[in-house]
């Protein structure tokens, strides 16, 4: 019995197709985060105290000066008390060394 070529290659060429493994990989991602590298602090002390007044630098005073102005601009100003206290962080991480 003689088997026809024509209809022997693509049987194999089929086979072929049906056996390959196919792999897949894993694809690993990476999350970007953004990071806000400004101090809520100076955004705070730029709005509340410039409202009113012309602002000093931070280092204008040392972090022992700054409490009781800071204070003091709170009661005349109305500002809040935890916005007061994230002002108060920034100027005395920002001041003047003693």
């Known amino acids: 019995m003689k088997i026809k070529l024509f209809l022997v290659v ?7 197709c049906v056996s390959k ?12 985060v953004a990071i806000n590298t400004e101090e809520p602090g100076k955004g ?10 012309d602002l ?3 280092n ?3 972090a022992q000066q700054w409490e009781p102005i800071v204070f003091e601009m709170q009661k005349k100003g109305g500002i809040p ?6 002002i108060l962080d920034y100027l005395k991480k920002n001041a003047k060394p003693q």
């Open 60 to 62: 204008a005073y040392t």
């Open 81 to 86: 008390n935890d916005e007061t206290y994230v």
């Open 44 to 53: 705070l002390f730029q709005k509340q105290c410039a409202a009113c007044h």
């Open 56 to 58: 000093y630098a931070p």
């Open 21 to 32: 493994k196919q792999v897949t990989a894993t694809a690993q991602t990476t999350e970007v």
């Open 10 to 16: 693509p049987f194999l060429s089929l086979l072929s």
